[in-house]
């Protein structure tokens, strides 16, 4: 009876563990809460909200592939000068742009990283543009203030005639008026040709005035390595809303000097330009540009937005300088927007 006893309640002792386990195992934990990314139309489309923050977050950039010929661009390799065909350059390029509200205003960190092949050999992977913002202030790395202030035009190749300098760090301050007016001062780095050997760095101030008829703008860029400086004004007239002009001028004090901001070879030269949308896929870009040191370019383009986000532009492309025969050349860009 012992022993019977003892068998029955070792049986029961392993059933009720045995339950207990199954009871157990069939226990379903609580979900943690899914917090889903929330759209933020504060700072235009594209933008969310980084989950867990009030920071907004816009991710995007383009896949670009181009395509050039001619006698324009020179020859295809250094490597063997008897191969004389197309250019052909891949580039990727993605953006990230955060933003939030501060009691100091918007706080914005840029950040846009560049990938490029060229020729299936010349990589290289760059970083054009790296800069925080707070209200009117930026500090960091991007272009010149002095050609993104007046811009270029809308053809690929709107720097046959060169109007600006390169990347360079900056410190910088933008007032932004109520009634279309703007200004800037910054003090910049210089670019790698270009760059400050002092503690003393190169200046540039615009200002802008913006309407629905257009804009006037206008800036100036002293290098203080060379001290000579450099200045633009620009006119833009929007016509209608399918057809606008622009004519922009510069001058150098001293063409000899090598000027960071004088980036073209005359002691002054003129850019013009029109943009016209002939449909709701395709606009016809042109632009004329003329340096002092007898230079003519001029540029013609179709882009045509095959489908959303896809744009295929064909340009053709001449230039005739001083001493050196006239040149034809062509590029058609195919360029995935994100």
Known sequence: MNIKSLLLGSAAALVAVSGARAADAVVVAEPEPVEYV??????????????????????????????????????????????????????????FDARSET??????SYIATEFTVDEGADKAAALPHAYIELGGFRIGVTDTTFGSWTDGGNVINDDMVDYDGDKTNQVSYTFAGGNGFSAIIGLEQGDKDHLINDYLPHVVAGAKFEQTWGS???????????????????????ATDQLSFFVMGGYQSDVKADDYYGAWTGDYAIWGGVTAKVSDNAKVNA????????????????????????????????????????????????????
């Open 287 to 338: 632009q004329v540009a003329y340096d002092e040191a007898d230079i003519i370019a001029a540029s013609l383009n179709v882009a045509y937005e095959l489908v959303p986000g896809f744009v295929v532009t064909p340009e053709i492309d001449y230039k005739d300088a001083k001493g050196s025969d006239d040149a034809f050349g062509g590029v058609i860009r195919f360029q995935r927007n994100f």
């Open 103 to 108: 009691e100091l205003g918007t706080l914005k």
């Open 216 to 238: 006037v703008s206008g800036v100036i860029g002293y290098d203080s390595v060379v001290e000579e400086f450099a200045g633009k004004v620009r006119l833009d007239i929007k």
């Open 38 to 95: 929330r759209v933020c139309d504060t700072y235009g489309a594209g933008f969310f909200y980084i989950p867990g923050t009030e920071t907004c977050l816009k991710v995007d950039g383009y896949v670009r592939v181009d395509v050039k010929g001619g006698d324009l661009w020179g020859r295809n390799t250094d490597k063997n000068p008897d191969i004389d065909t197309y250019k052909f350059r891949s580039r990727g390029v993605v953006r």
